[in-house]
């Protein structure tokens, strides 16, 4: 934040209060903070955090303009990636206690070492053309893809990511290896297997590895004739910009991915709802609501059960769950946290037991509209459900809302459900959940 900027907000935010009719005392009262805080930042001698600019602006009807007055310091946003399979190899190494990572070397490199002083098992292309020959392979596959997409919805990335990158580069060989009667099913799996291991990545907290994995399956789509991949992508990078607070950058990617009207509506329909998201961000609530509307429209157009039955996008939460969880999502960020809390308490109620990933991200977000909305110990509560799933499914996006709601708690910290939660909530955030 510039150093006239505490100044620039603090006298908006005077003036709207003002015009509003409403007290220093009433404005904090609504916004759940101190008298004496606002008054300090009204008076240029406080920081604003951009979920009090939020509240202020919802509570003001201040149309977006005092968030714009709060600059987060972002990140630029992630320049499209490519994925240079010639000139870059991802190599897997594993350790004896299961764990294992992967590391992008040149091929040179990884080629040079593994014949100077890697032992290793090397599996080459026998047997690959009568695998790609038999019609079982597809349907085998396409099976292990949903059964690892389940997988993906209960545990860590971790586990899931090997597998999957393993699957991506098997299902490639196979299509190099198949007659043209079945290599485009053979591709078309593949990239769904990595646009997959994209999202996994991002989980693990691995941006670049999203960006590298979600542009490899871009590049497989095209070659077995999908486009519809090549918009996905930008709603799976929006994804990125959206989490590092980048509005704008969001809102330009979500309207890109919708340019084309030969885009299926299913995936216009999800871009819609990331433009939403971004618009929420910039608390422009008329605009996400333009885009929340179009985005319901157009999922209702869509048929979430694809022909080969591999949905993309969300295969755990679809069509009008989809999009009020997150017109929810939307809501808390626009700062109507009570509008927020209801919509959530509603559709978290009915989503799927074993939707374990997608209960602890909007979970997160709920417990951070409750806290918002004052309703302290409830968030409290919830936060302590949340971190039971969130240790378990492992992510990095969960975390971040974590994050900010333990950094919210802190404000109630003489509360005893503060007390109770906090260190618990602090712990698992300092360590990596395993």
Not at 49 to 73: E, F, K, N, P, Y
Not at 151 to 164: A, H, I, K, R, Y
Request: charge should be neutral; hydrophobic fraction near 40%; proline fraction near 4%.
């Amino acid at each position: 934040m510039s150093e006239q900027q505490p100044d620039a907000f603090g006298a908006e935010l005077r003036s709207r209060r003002m015009t509003a009719g409403l007290s220093l005392s009433m404005l904090a009262k609504r916004v759940h903070y101190s008298k004496g805080y606002l008054g300090k930042i009204e008076t240029g001698n406080r920081f604003p955090s951009i979920d009090l600019a939020r509240r202020c602006d919802a509570i003001l009807d201040a149309g977006g303009h005092l968030v714009g007055l709060v600059d987060q310091a972002q990140p630029p946003s992630p320049p499209p990636v490519v994925a240079d399979h010639d000139g870059e190899v991802w190599v897997m190494s594993m350790a004896p206690d299961g764990s294992s990572w992967l590391t992008p070397v040149p091929r040179r490199e990884a080629l040079a070492t593994g014949s100077a002083s890697l032992l290793g098992l090397h599996f080459g292309s026998h047997g690959m053309t009568a695998a790609a020959e038999q019609e079982s392979t597809v349907a085998v596959f396409r099976s292990l893809f949903e059964q690892v997409r389940r997988l993906g919805q209960t545990t860590s990335p971790s586990v899931v990511l090997p597998t999957v990158i393993a699957q991506t580069h098997t299902l490639r060989g196979l299509a190099t290896a198949a007659p043209a009667t079945t290599r485009d099913d053979l591709l078309g799996l593949a990239a769904r297997y990595a646009e997959y291991a994209g999202w996994m990545a991002q989980e693990a907290g691995d941006e670049r590895g999203a960006l590298w994995w979600t542009h490899h399956a871009v590049e497989l789509g095209t070659a077995a004739g999908d486009t519809q991949l090549a918009q996905y992508a930008l709603i799976r990078q929006a994804l990125i910009t959206l989490y590092r607070e980048d509005a704008a950058g969001t809102v330009d990617l979500a309207q890109q991915a919708q340019a084309d009207p030969r885009t299926s509506p299913r995936v216009r329909g999800l871009a819609a709802l990331r433009e939403a998201q971004g618009h929420a961000l910039a608390c422009d609530y008329d605009q996400c609501q333009r885009a929340l509307d179009h985005a319901t429209g157009l999922l209702e157009k869509s048929k979430d059960n694809a022909s080969d039955g591999m949905v993309i996008g969300s295969a755990s939460v679809t069509g009008g769950d989809l999009s009020s969880l997150v017109a929810g999502w939307c809501m808390h960020d626009l700062g109507h946290s009570r509008q927020a809390v209801a919509i959530l308490d509603r559709q978290l109620a009915s989503l799927p037991g074993n939707a374990r990933r997608a209960h602890a991200r909007f979970g997160a977000r709920r417990a951070l509209a409750y806290a918002a909305a004052g309703e302290v110990d409830h968030a409290c509560a919830l936060a302590g459900e949340i971190l039971d799933v969130a240790e378990v499914v492992d992510s990095a996006t969960v975390r971040q809302d974590l994050r900010r709601l333990a950094r919210m708690l802190v404000r109630w910290h003489t509360h005893s459900s503060v007390r109770d939660v906090l260190p618990q909530l602090n712990a698992a955030l300092r360590t990596r959940m395993p």
